[in-house]
């Protein structure tokens, strides 16, 4: 008897394994946003579901940080957009220098050849003979500019055509941006699955609270009327009778304890999901676990998780993406064409030299052409490589759809499984609760042995702890399956 009720107990206790730990395990405590809590006394109290999932999607920090990765997406857009846009460049320099920049030219002689000139004299005009001559130049030092400058530059360039690059980029950019997005989804798919899945955790804690301490209660009676009994009865209840029953009471009392720290567990587990402080107290509305039978076929569901799942959509953003890189990497063997010109303006108080007033102020427009020749094959390796990558991409594809349909499956199976489960959980808890009722009233007059009324009263709590148990299974599934599919953000989040 002892070894059945340690049994029970421990089933009791383990029907929620994730419960306990998901304190633990869920996103880190974060403050929260329009919900006041400089008063740590202060409670929320009859949160329903919904309430729950609205103050997650306002609190929980992964949802910020996913919104962070957007925009970091949306900012790379933007980037690869800008090449469609003109460059322009100002440079500004200013110069001094440690001495004034000159320039030597060596000394030289000059020869003049023989020659004759017409000379003016009183005779008038007569040829005159000049012999030929030689002249030295002495060396002279020319100053080119001061040693003070302020030289300032207005660049611009325009890209005609790319080979494609262009185009290729911003496709790739706008992939990453979807991608973000469909990130972003799954975050708040998975904090509203973790809020479905611990707020129905707490309702199960509460209720497998209330089914323990039940069982103590009528134990404690039991132990009463089985103290009587082999006080003033007839004699069939011995004092052993009475010492096993009151071992158990109390073995029965230690796992309630561990019931009621459960459940304080689950609700601290589900504040800390929701993103709020850990003093807060919270306090869910609903006491029971809702059962609606699920009505989906399994083909629809597996075609609707290839429509709204997040990381389906992300690999067909990353195939879209790949497809593009390879158009990048074939740009490599094609010209660029693109339109620049410059403006100088140069500021130094010489005015001769190399800055003299026709040199300080100049600008020029032209067409560039880079053409590819040979580049030791680097440009053919990367069109090898990017080929791979889709084609590894296309593989993986095929991998992650069978996955989400086994997915699918899997928890529907289990869905149905608890959906079957529950009629005849439920039947098997009214039959141990009419048995229990049967054997006390026998055993007031004494017609059963203690060991039957306490096997009675065991079998009713496991029962209904079964029961509850089939119950939470069955919710957990659906929204597990929303989550897996992906369809129920869209109507939690803008409207059903």
């Known amino acids: 008897m002892q070894k059945d009720i340690v049994m029970l107990i421990c089933f009791i206790i383990l029907l929620f394994p994730n419960i306990s730990i998901a304190a633990e395990t869920s996103a880190a405590v974060l403050q929260a946003n329009n919900v006041p809590q400089k008063n740590e006394a202060q409670s929320l109290i009859n949160l329903s579901l919904q309430d729950c999932i609205e103050i997650a999607l306002k609190n929980n920090h992964t949802r910020p940080a996913s919104q962070f990765a957007v925009e970091i997406a949306d900012a790379q857009l933007g980037q690869a957009l800008s090449s469609y846009w003109p460059e322009v460049g100002l440079r500004s320099a200013y110069t001094h220098m440690n001495h004034e920049p000159n ?3 060596p000394a030289s002689t000059m020869s003049m050849p023989a020659t004759t000139i017409v000379a003016s004299t009183p005779m008038g005009p007569l040829p005159v003979s ?13 100053k080119l500019m001061s040693r003070d400058t302020l030289s300032t530059s207005l660049n611009v360039m325009y890209p005609l055509f790319t080979g494609g690059q262009r185009p290729a980029i911003v496709r790739q950019a706008r992939s990453g941006l979807e991608a973000a997005r469909q990130e972003a989804r799954r975050t708040d798919l998975q904090v509203i699955y973790d809020v479905k899945r611990i707020y129905y955790g707490a309702v199960l804690a509460s209720e497998l609270y209330s089914i323990g301490n039940e069982a103590l209660q009528r134990m404690e009676v039991t132990l009463e009327l089985t103290e009587k009994l082999y006080k003033t ?39 800390n999901t929701m993103g709020l402080e850990w003093s807060r107290s919270i306090n869910i509305s609903e006491t029971r676990i809702p059962f609606n039978r ?3 076929d399994l083909s629809q569901l597996v075609s609707n998780a290839y429509m709204f799942n997040p990381d389906w959509a992300r690999m067909q953003e990353g195939l879209k993406a790949a497809e593009a890189h390879i158009d990048e990497a074939e740009s490599g063997h094609l010209p660029k064409v693109a339109l620049i010109g410059s403006l100088v303006n140069i500021q130094n108080s010489y005015n001769k030299g190399i800055v003299s007033s026709n040199n300080k102020n100049n600008w020029n427009v032209g067409a560039a052409l880079e053409l590819p020749i040979f580049s030791g094959f680097r440009t053919k390796g990367e069109i090898r490589e990017a080929t791979a990558r889709l084609g590894k991409l296309s593989e993986e594809k095929v991998l992650l759809r069978e996955g989400i349909a086994l997915q699918v499956k899997h928890i529907f199976t289990m869905m149905m499984s608890a959906q079957d489960q529950q009629r005849s959980s439920n039947e098997a808890a009214k039959a141990a609760e009419e048995n229990r009722d049967l054997s006390e009233r026998a055993y007031q007059d004494e017609l059963v042995e203690t060991k039957d009324v306490i096997e009675a009263q065991l079998i009713e709590s496991f029962m209904k702890a079964q029961c509850q148990k089939t119950l939470y299974d069955h919710i957990e599934t659906q929204a597990h399956l929303d989550y897996i599919v992906g369809k129920e953000i869209r109507e939690l989040m803008y409207g059903r």
Not at 131 to 139: H, T, W
Not at 246 to 264: C, F, H, P, Q, Y
């Open 103 to 105: 320039f030597v030219f």
């Open 130 to 142: 000049v012999p030929a001559q030689s002249f030295n130049v002495p060396e002279q030092n020319v």
């Open 233 to 271: 009865g007839s004699g069939r209840v011995k004092k052993t009778d009475y010492l096993r029953n009151k071992s158990i009471v109390e073995e029965l009392r230690s796992g309630v304890t561990m019931l009621k720290a459960n459940k304080d567990l689950s609700l601290a587990a589900l504040t």
């Open 294 to 296: 699920y009505q989906a």
